[in-house]
Every structure is written in C-alpha cells, then in structure tokens.
C-alpha cells in the first residue's frame, strides 16, 4: 500500500505539474483535442505514460489522503490541460479505498464541471459506484435525485453507476430509470441506457430481451441496438 503524502495539495499539484510539463508533446496535441471534438487543450500525453508519471510520483512521495486528497482532486480539475482531469480520475482509482460519503459532493461537482464522456463514464462507474456500494443510505436516494434532474450527465451518470455490479445489479432499479428518460433525445442518454442493458445482458440475457422487447415502441432506437448488440454478437459465433 503506498504511503501518504505528508504535504500540501498545492504542494502536490506542483509535482504533478512539474512532471506532465515535461512530458507535454505538442505533436499530440491538436489530434487529441480533435478527438474530444476541440472541447478541450491537452499537453499530449498519452494514458500510458500519464499514468507511469503518477505511478512514479507515489513512488516517490505518496498517496494525498483525506482533506489534502480531495483539494488535489479539485486543483486538478480546474487546470486547463485535459490531461489533469484525466488524472485525476487515475488518483480517484489509486485512491478508491479511501471514498468515504465525504467524497460524494466532490465527485458530483467534477461530473458537473468539465463534463464529457471521458470523465463521467470513469467518475460514475468506478468513483462512484464505490461510493454508493459502502453507503446503502446514499443509493438509495442519490441516484434518483440524478434520473429526476434535468442534467444530461447526472443522468448518464444514475444509468452508468451499476456497470459493473454484476450480479449486485440492481435490475429493477435500472429498468425504472432507463423508462424514465424513455423520451430522451440526447445521445448521452440514450447510448448510456443501451450500454447498461448491454453490460446487464452479459449475466442477464433473457431479461434484458424482454424488457426491450416490452417496451419496443418506448425505447429510442440507439438504446435498443446498443443494449442487444453483445447477444446478437454471441449468437454469431454459436
């Protein structure tokens, strides 16, 4: 287990910047910003080595914990370079044992501030998912609170919290919210609903073509095509 870092956030991020200023590759930059469709600036550092520049800075200094982790997180995310989001979401998962229901509002504020799929997907699916799983009182109204908003990415991010439950999914609780945002015309929302009965489909295949069978005239059509697509894929290789 890495030891805790004894200093400052600000300290912190000072180390961070040092080592991805030096690393910063302009001649990757302009086609990782094009991927994100020119939302953001990148120093053009890959995932590979973003993540070896952390995994050497715990190394080296430690892991920020409590007050001091939570500030890191936020310092992160108001910095320009996509990267900083990026890695924040890295140090979230270096520090996912530590995501106590302190961490709940800061979590929600970093899907809220700088949202795109990038983030949200990580946030929603491992920082959070983590979150709610230890704290049974959180889930059971949080989630909703999401579903009910207005907020493309609260939404997305109720639908996406369970990808990975398995078989601690919460089946029924998914269905409510799919039919929910049913109407939805935003592609975040419907994609995020198609990939959820898809992951569900892996454990829970029957039910998963009967509830889009059901509701064939409710669902959107990218919804559907996403939420069958490994079933139809298995049935072509049996």
Same mark, same amino acid.
């Given at each position: 287990?890495?030891?805790a870092f004894?200093?400052?956030a600000q300290?912190?991020?000072?180390?961070l910047e040092?080592?991805?200023?030096a690393a910063?590759? !302009?001649?990757?930059?302009?086609? /990782?910003?094009?991927?994100?469709?020119h939302?953001?600036?990148?120093?053009?550092?890959?995932?590979?080595?973003?993540?070896?520049?952390?995994?050497e800075?715990?190394?080296e200094?430690g892991?920020?914990?409590g007050?001091?982790l939570?500030?890191?997180?936020?310092?992160?995310?108001?910095? !320009?370079?996509?990267e900083?989001?990026?890695l924040a979401?890295?140090?979230? /998962?270096?520090?996912?044992?530590q995501?106590?229901?302190?961490? /709940?509002?800061l979590i929600?504020w970093?899907i809220?501030?700088?949202s795109?799929?990038?983030?949200?997907?990580?946030?929603a699916?491992?920082s /959070?998912a983590?979150?709610?799983?230890?704290? !049974?009182?959180?889930e #059971?109204?949080e989630?909703?609170r999401w579903?009910?908003?207005?907020?493309?990415?609260?939404?997305?991010?109720?639908?996406?919290?369970?990808?990975?439950?398995?078989?601690?999914l919460?089946?029924?609780r998914?269905?409510?919210y799919?039919l929910?945002v049913?109407?939805?015309?935003?592609?975040f929302?419907?994609?995020?609903?198609g990939w959820a009965?898809?992951?569900?489909? #892996?454990?829970?295949?029957p039910?998963?073509?009967?509830?889009?069978?059901?509701?064939?005239?409710?669902? !959107?059509?990218?919804?559907k095509?996403e939420?069958?697509?490994?079933?139809?894929h298995?049935?072509?290789?049996?």
């Amino acid at each position: 287990m890495a030891q805790a870092f004894q200093g400052s956030a600000q300290s912190y991020f000072a180390l961070l910047e040092r080592r991805l200023s030096a690393a910063a590759d !302009p001649s990757q930059a302009d086609a /990782m910003s094009a991927y994100m469709r020119h939302q953001f600036d990148f120093y053009g550092i890959k995932a590979p080595l973003r993540k070896s520049i952390l995994q050497e800075i715990i190394r080296e200094h430690g892991l920020p914990k409590g007050d001091v982790l939570q500030a890191v997180i936020r310092l992160c995310w108001q910095a !320009p370079q996509r990267e900083w989001q990026q890695l924040a979401n890295d140090i979230l /998962m270096k520090a996912k044992k530590q995501l106590t229901a302190d961490f /709940m509002e800061l979590i929600e504020w970093c899907i809220l501030h700088k949202s795109w799929w990038d983030t949200v997907d990580f946030l929603a699916g491992h920082s /959070m998912a983590a979150i709610l799983s230890r704290h !049974p009182k959180l889930e #059971r109204t949080e989630p909703d609170r999401w579903i009910a908003s207005n907020n493309i990415w609260l939404q997305r991010t109720a639908l996406l919290y369970q990808l990975f439950y398995r078989d601690q999914l919460d089946f029924e609780r998914l269905k409510d919210y799919i039919l929910l945002v049913a109407d939805s015309k935003e592609f975040f929302v419907q994609k995020a609903a198609g990939w959820a009965l898809r992951q569900a489909s #892996r454990l829970r295949g029957p039910e998963v073509i009967e509830f889009v069978q059901t509701h064939d005239d409710l669902l !959107p059509k990218l919804t559907k095509t996403e939420a069958l697509k490994w079933l139809e894929h298995q049935s072509k290789k049996s």
